[in-house]
């Protein structure tokens, strides 16, 4: 499993740009789930790094949720609304892992009170889930080409030029 803290040792850059773009949004991304009948699924949701862990949590029956307990795997994009990208965008690939421990759901409860006022202290948690990464990649314009950045666990990155 490719945690989080992991990640971002071996993929600083990528690591970097999605927490920038992360946070230029309120902490808003794109999750891409699949559909019982195989189909992708497109859905918002605000993604957070807690005690070394990429954490896939929210509002609880929702359907993103019901896709990733039937098939974990998921695509996570930085939101954009800039056709040009001229701040760059990233992508993180895994799969979950449902953490069932209530001491980290109390742990993780605590901090999203602590940090934003949000307060689900004390609630059951449905899913906690957790991504374990197995690649990313990152889009950068530069003066006159485009800079991919790609990373699959114990790859190290590899930037690709596009002029």
Known sequence: MTTWSQFTEEAPSIAALFQRRHQATGNLCMLATLRADGS????PIEPMIFDGMLVLAGMPNTRKFDDLARDPRFCLHT???????????????GTVT????ETVHAAFARKLFDDSGFDIRG????HFYVADLTGASTVETKDDHLDITVWKPGGGETVVRKD
């Open 79 to 93: 939101a954009t609304v800039d056709t040009m990208v001229t701040e760059g965008d990233a992508k993180l690939f």
């Open 40 to 43: 992708p699924r497109i859905s």
């Open 98 to 101: 449902d953490v069932k421990d």
């Open 123 to 126: 609630q059951k948690f449905d």
